[in-house]
């Protein structure tokens, strides 16, 4: 349970002993430290399997430990001496769980049983499986197909998430929102506009040739800690880090590898961050606005002086459009007015332009802090554009690369898993499987949920996730969700949106990818694409949680056969008897991006998908990279003179993998025991008349007749910029509105709630 948070600013590096520290903790508390030595054998190695947290790339020639702290509590989190069985449901009603702390709900282990919601005990109840199929194919077969959702969390395999993409198209929709909605949306939105490409252009050999990284907005400590070991060796080099957050987070600022006794030993960090800019939430497009207006006067003078250019003309003119309206904007664009809204000073953006402007080859990293915002797009589009200046896209050690989240969102999308009916090849689905898929755009996450709350979506099946809890608007969502006629939940562990009951619900437990999926032609395995666009193989190596636990690629090719008519050319059986069959049938779908799919599996660092625009090569309308306009000078709302409106930055813990809360510990932030706490800059804490460790009151300051308020937060005084302030996800997502998003990818602006905090 949270208790009084305690905060003591953390000096101590990343990694290191801490990090060692931390992953025995985990390890005997989940009862897992059985398995912690397939940690250094199997984790992220070619033979082995690829971790379930982050998806961040795999190196080909691996380190001795391709792990890190988070990788390996969620590799324990996942085999879990702990089980959640069909007794304890009956022991504990739904209305009880719902009061129980999201910690305390997965802690209970993993789900053994599938079971059912019975409402007359209000406790789910073991059901047998086909049972369960033949109900769930019954009710499906009921639905109007427009008015079924398939959501989909980033874990699943790319074998499962083609199966999934197949059975919603067959069935009747695209309705096929996933995790990316909430995240790299905007990614996915703003770079094909850009450069032609929906995904990052970097490879990982392109950190052995940059001259230097830009990083906004992402969190490398917590949220992908094995990048560092890269990061170490750029530093090392002798290539600066230019990094862009409000906070000062400690990933970017000290790193001890546990890899090197020698830096063990002696406990000296290598500092990562050679610059640190706090910038204000919602302030990037200003900040590399500045930076724009920097290189664009120092070419100006080289020009006058007749030194080598800034710009790299011979590439803006042979590769990108829209060059001189950017240079308008730019020339355009007050200095006072991006001061504002960067919250920055003059000299801190020349400095960061500086660097940038010496190096040759830059890579710019980004993560949620561009993503969640009203003008997420624009946050991105500005990146790329600062990139296009000096020809940093498609060269090596040059390019743009986004953290993704889920071990294999990037995967999903790129196997079919979307509602954009556009983006999948639904021709070649219709030759190869003799039907007429839905042209119809289906629902992304923001439109399911809007569809839910006018009552629009009768059932709601998720593959992994935590819906209800991931989204905005949790209180009305919740009310709203109970409205649904059917939930079915396939799932590894218990989470609330579980127990946000529809009319029928269903909890299926499914095997975990670190567990021997056994099939009848022998153990399989299965892919994922990582950050990098690169496809690993993965191998199971342990024994199922649960007897009855049935594979991810089971339960789809189940529901899909008890619900569609027959069709003789999709094999679901034959499918599950050999995933390798689904990589086929993949290949076939997909044949310029997965070429020789079941013998290129165990390349050594995942094999490489085509990405066109690491060859120059833009599939945009222009046929060129294009520099985009942004559409506001601030990414989120315009700051604005009432300086107590602030805004509210939700972000994850050290302790957490998403709404996976893994313990109250945020070691690398210094807060300890509670996640119910508001970090905030002390001048505004003071002026806003609240005790130093005291309680607040948070209210979402938007005029829509819908009271928003989190009460009993308790205040810490933290290092970032006034006007800003920061507390977890996913306690404050129901202080989001759902209609906050970004305008153009409906990702939910996370990162920039408009918030009042008052004495609680
Ligand atoms: N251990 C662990 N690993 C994870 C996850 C996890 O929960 N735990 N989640 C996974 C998933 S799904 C994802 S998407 C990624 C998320 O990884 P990140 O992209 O790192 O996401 P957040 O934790 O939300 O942190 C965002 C960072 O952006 C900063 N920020 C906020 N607003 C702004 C802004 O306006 N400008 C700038 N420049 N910075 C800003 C915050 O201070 C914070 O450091 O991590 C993945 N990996
Ligand atoms: N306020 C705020 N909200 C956010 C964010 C934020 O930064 N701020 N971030 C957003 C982002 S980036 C994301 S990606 C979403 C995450 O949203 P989701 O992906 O929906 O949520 P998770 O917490 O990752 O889902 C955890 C659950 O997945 C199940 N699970 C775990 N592993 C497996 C598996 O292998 N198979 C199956 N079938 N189930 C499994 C478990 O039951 C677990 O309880 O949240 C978004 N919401
Ligand atoms: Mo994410």
Redesign the pocket.
């Known amino acids: 349970m949270d208790k009084k948070a305690e905060f003591k600013t953390y000096e101590m590096p990343t990694g290191g002993w801490g990090s060692i520290k931390s992953v025995v903790k985990h390890a005997i508390k989940q009862g897992a430290v059985k398995t912690t030595p397939g940690l250094m054998t199997d984790h992220n190695k070619v033979g082995g399997y690829a971790c379930?947290s982050c998806a961040w790339a795999k190196p080909g020639k691996p380190h001795l430990a391709e792990f890190c702290e988070n990788g390996a509590k969620a590799t324990f989190w996942?085999l879990t001496s702990k089980r959640t069985t069909p007794d304890f449901f009956a022991r504990h009603t739904v209305t009880e769980l719902l009061t129980w702390a999201d910690y305390d709900?997965?802690n209970e282990g993993r789900?053994t049983h599938p079971v059912r919601y019975d409402r007359a005990s209000d406790t789910f109840v073991e059901v047998g499986w086909a049972d369960a199929f033949a109900d769930i194919g019954s009710k499906l077969k009921g639905y109007d197909p427009e008015k079924v959702v398939f959501?989909a969390?980033?874990?699943?395999s790319l074998e499962t998430s083609y199966m999934y993409q197949l059975l919603a198209r067959l069935y009747g929709n695209n309705n096929l929102p996933d995790?990316?909605n909430?995240?790299?949306e905007t990614t996915s939105v703003a770079l094909p506009q850009s450069i032609g490409t929906p995904v990052g252009t970097i490879l990982l050999d392109d950190y052995n040739h940059t001259d230097c990284i830009l990083s906004f907005g992402q969190n490398v400590g917590t949220n992908a800690p094995r990048l560092l070991h890269t990061l170490q060796e750029v530093r090392e080099r002798g290539a600066p880090v230019v990094v862009f957050n409000p906070l000062k987070e400690r990933g970017w600022q000290a790193f001890v590898n546990p890899q090197r006794p020698g830096q063990m030993a002696t406990n000296k960090p290598t500092d990562i961050a050679t610059q640190y800019y706090q910038v204000n939430a919602g302030g990037d497009i200003a900040a590399i606005m500045g930076m724009a207006k920097c290189l664009f006067d120092w070419d100006d003078e080289a020009i006058a002086t007749g030194a080598a250019r800034i710009l790299d003309e011979a590439f803006i003119a042979a590769h990108t459009h829209g060059f001189e309206q950017f240079e308008a904007h730019v020339r355009s664009t007050a200095w006072p007015d991006i001061l504002k809204a960067s919250g920055l000073t003059y000299a801190s953006i020349e400095a960061a332009a500086k660097t940038y402007a010496k190096a040759r080859s830059v890579i710019a990293i980004y993560g949620?802090g561009l993503?969640?915002h009203r003008y997420g797009v624009s946050n991105i589009q500005m990146l790329v554009n600062l990139l296009l200046m000096r020809g940093n896209i498609g060269r090596p050690g040059a390019g743009i690369c986004p953290v993704r989240?889920?071990s294999n969102?990037q995967g999903q999308r790129t196997v079919g898993i979307s509602e954009k009916a556009d983006l999948v090849p639904l021709d070649r689905l219709a030759e190869q499987y003799h039907f007429e898929p839905p042209r119809k755009d289906g629902l992304n996450t923001v439109e399911a949920c809007e569809a839910i709350v006018k009552g629009d979506v009768k059932a709601f099946i998720?593959?992994?996730?935590?819906?209800v809890?991931?989204?905005?608007e949790r209180t009305l969502m919740e009310e709203k969700w109970r409205g649904l006629d059917l939930s079915v939940?396939?799932?590894?562990?218990?989470?609330r949106?579980?127990l946000i009951t529809a009319a029928t619900t269903y909890i299926l437990p499914?095997?975990?990818?670190t567990e021997i999926d056994e099939q009848s032609s022998g153990p399989q395995i299965v892919t994922m694409e990582d950050s990098t666009t690169c496809i690993h193989a993965s191998r199971g190596k342990y024994q199922p949680a649960s007897a009855a636990l049935l594979s991810?690629p089971r339960i789809v090719a189940e529901i899909a056969k008890h619900t569609l008519p027959p069709n003789p050319t999709v094999p679901w059986d034959e499918w599950v008897a050999d995933y390798a069959k689904v990589r086929d049938a993949i290949e076939a779908t997909f044949p310029e991006q997965f070429r020789d799919f079941n013998a290129r599996l165990d390349t050594p660092g995942g094999f490489p998908r085509p990405v066109p625009a690491r060859d120059r090569v833009w599939k945009t309308e222009t046929g060129k990279a294009n520099f985009k306009l942004p559409k506001s000078l601030d990414a989120s709302f315009s700051v604005s003179d009432d300086r107590d409106l602030l805004r509210l930055v939700?972000?994850?813990s050290n302790d957490q993998?998403?709404?996976?809360v893994y313990g109250y510990d945020d070691r690398l932030r210094g807060i300890h025991k509670s996640r119910m706490i508001i970090m905030m800059n002390a001048d505004d804490r003071i002026r806003l008349g609240l005790a130093k460790d005291g309680l607040a009151r948070i209210t979402t300051a938007v005029d829509d007749g819908i009271e928003r308020t989190l009460t009993g937060m308790q205040v810490i005084d933290y290092d970032l910029p006034p006007g800003t302030c920061a507390a977890y996800?996913?306690e404050?997502?129901s202080l989001?509105p759902l209609w906050q998003h970004d305008e153009d990818s409906k990702t939910?602006a996370?990162?920039s709630v408009p918030v009042r905090i008052t004495p609680a």
């Open positions: 379930t996942d709900l997965e789900l959501y969390s980033g874990r699943a995790s990316s909430m995240c790299h949620m993503t969640q989240g889920h969102v998720s593959l992994g996730g935590n819906f809890r991931a989204i905005p939940q396939i799932a590894t562990k218990l989470n949106s579980h499914t095997l975990v990818r991810e939700t972000l994850r993998f998403n709404t996976t996800f996913p404050c997502n989001i939910p996370a990162k």
